[in-house]
């Protein structure tokens, strides 16, 4: 930053409160300007800016821009560390007002946190630090960009505080929005028509991913719907994970592929143990996919029942992963939160609790002349970097409209409670894209939600359970009141292999999952089951009674 061959230096001092400080402009050993000017306010740093460039052209705007960012953010950092001592006369702060930096939609803003990296000049020479900026967009449309504050005012209501503060990025910390559309949304651009985005997703996804002709729209839907989920799942009480199963080179890892280039904060795994999995999502978010997840079945390792515990904890919002901290000589219990999208990979089922939480994808070995599996997956990067702008700009524009359909309980057809938990925030992300253009995709998205819970429910009902319901219902025709010994011994002579070793228990336990119990009769116990209730079970379950 030079002017006529006079180097342009800028000090500081803090004084107040909230990122507020005195700073000192000097051109060589001349006072050019004195202020005092509220850093964590983005209109306030450039009003200063453009007052010290004002007729002096040789002096360099963004340097100064990138410089106010700094102290911004050395400021925010140092409140942050006074912050140990509570406010005012130590009032306590509503839970409300606490929320994640990385990504929030409220009725006060919606507002999204990301990566950048600046260049320090010191006497050991100049090196490359991160820093997180803040995109907020507020109700009234105004829109800014911060130095991450611990805090932030908001006009006529209470403070948003803001935890946890990620750690400073490092130099390979992914950004994903590029610069040039950061700087055209502050400017006041327009986000692009939502049906289009939609439409460009799908197109996205097609060009790289085989289905089955009759299923391929709804599986391509689901995958746009979901990307674009991920950019405002903090809405949602849950956040459905995505299961893509198949054989081996069925077009698993081509979708992992392409999904992370897609969504938001990509968090790609195989071999991530558990504590870097949930540190890093507690740290910064982010959608994690996991490929090759049938380890998860291996319940005899520590480890992997780590990343199962978590996993399960992260499906519903405050979700977290729980762990004991060796704090000097004892012990603190730490939280780590990990409630976000995630998707999994597996050729082998997932253990049942986690299939439950999860939307079965499919797929397919694709025939041998198709060209899919030979294109280039950055053949294009422009394309992917495109479609992130623009989900970036969607998320941080449409927030309003996005806590309102969040809202919505109208829109999923009738299904049971988990399924509701799965499908809605799809089938809401449907409803508004139809609303904006995208005619039919609810429709479309709800039948195929239902055929993929008719699937999902036969896939994960176990073998032996569909025995013995069907013995019970050959032995209700056969005798009127059958015992549990009489269910054994027909479903041992339909599979002897699968019930060698049952006993009359495991059968009463099994059967009283469904809601079948034993009634005492003639000093016996027996089953009486109305055939009309049998019936319902199996239509239920997914079981085809004879």
């Known amino acids: 930053m030079e002017d006529n061959g006079d180097a342009l230096t800028l000090d500081y001092a803090p004084s107040g409160k909230n990122g507020s400080a005195t700073i000192t402009a000097k051109l060589g050993s001349a006072v050019i300007d004195v202020e005092k000017i509220d850093f964590s306010r983005s209109k306030q740093r450039a009003d200063f800016a453009r007052r010290i460039c004002d007729g002096r052209p040789g002096i360099d705007r963004d340097a100064i821009d990138a410089e106010l960012l700094r102290i911004a953010a050395d400021l925010a950092a140092r409140g942050s560390a006074d912050g140990e001592q509570p406010e005012g006369d130590g009032a306590t702060i509503d839970p409300g007002q606490v929320i994640r930096p990385e990504l929030f939609h409220r009725p006060e803003g919606s507002g999204l946190c990301l990566p950048t990296l600046v260049s320090r000049s010191s006497e050991g020479g ?11 967009q507020w109700p009234d449309g105004r829109r800014e960009k911060l130095a991450l504050p611990t805090r932030l ?24 929005w590029t610069a040039d559309s950061r700087s055209a949304w502050l400017a006041g651009a327009e986000p692009p028509e939502p049906a289009d985005l939609f439409r460009e997703l799908c197109a996205a996804v097609a060009w790289f991913v085989d289905w089955p002709a009759a299923t391929a729209p709804g599986h391509c839907a689901t995958l746009a719907l979901w990307t674009l989920f991920t950019y405002v799942y903090p809405l949602w009480d849950a956040a459905p994970y995505l299961h893509f199963s198949g054989p081996a080179g069925s077009g698993k890892t ?35 996919l996991f490929d090759e997840a049938e380890q998860l079945r291996r319940g005899n390792d520590p480890a992997v029942g780590e990343l199962l515990s978590m996993l ?24 780590f939160q990990v409630y976000g999208p995630k998707g999994l990979a597996s050729i082998n089922p997932l253990p049942s609790a986690l299939a439950t939480r999860c939307i079965e994808i499919p797929m397919f070995r694709t025939a041998s002349d198709s060209p899919k599996p030979r294109r280039r ?34 829109i999923c057809p009738a299904m049971s409670g988990r399924n509701f938990e799965l499908w809605s925030p799809l089938l809401a992300l449907a409803r508004w894209l139809e609303d904006h253009g995208a005619d039919g995709l609810h429709t479309l998205v709800s039948d195929h939600a239902l055929r ?7 896939e994960q009902a176990p073998d032996h359970d569909a025995v013995l319901l069907q013995a019970l219902a050959d032995e209700l025709r056969g005798h009127g009141l059958p015992a549990p010994g009489d269910i054994l011994t027909r479903a041992q002579e339909a599979e002897p292999n699968l019930f060698k070793t049952w006993t009359t228990r495991a059968v009463s336990t099994h059967l009283r999952r469904y809601g079948v119990e034993t009634t005492r009769s003639n000093g016996r116990r027996v089953y009486r089951v109305d055939p009309a209730d049998l019936t319902t079970i199996g239509e239920r379950y997914g079981f085809e009674l004879s």
């Open 153 to 176: 005012d908001i006009d006529g209501g209470s403070p948003l505080y803001f935890h946890p503060i990620p750690a400073d990025p490092d130099a390979q910390t992914y950004c994903g």
């Open 377 to 410: 997956i950055d053949e294009d990067p422009s394309r992917w970097q495109r479609l992130r702008d623009a989900m970036h700009a969607t998320a941080l524009s449409r927030g309003g409209e996005f806590i309102e359909l969040a809202k919505r309980n109208d």
């Open 452 to 458: 993929s819970i008719d699937a999902a429910r036969t």
């Open 126 to 136: 100049t090196r490359v630090v991160g820093r997180w900026l803040l995109f907020i």
């Open 254 to 288: 081509r979708c992992f592929e392409v999904l992370s280039r897609l969504v938001w904060r990509p968090l790609s795994s195989s071999n991530l143990s558990g504590p870097a999995v949930f540190r890093t999502l507690h740290d910064a978010g982010g959608t994690l």
């Open 312 to 335: 399960l904890s992260g499906y519903k919002r405050g979700g977290c992963a729980t762990r004991l901290d060796k704090v000097g000589d004892g012990f603190k219990t730490v939280r």
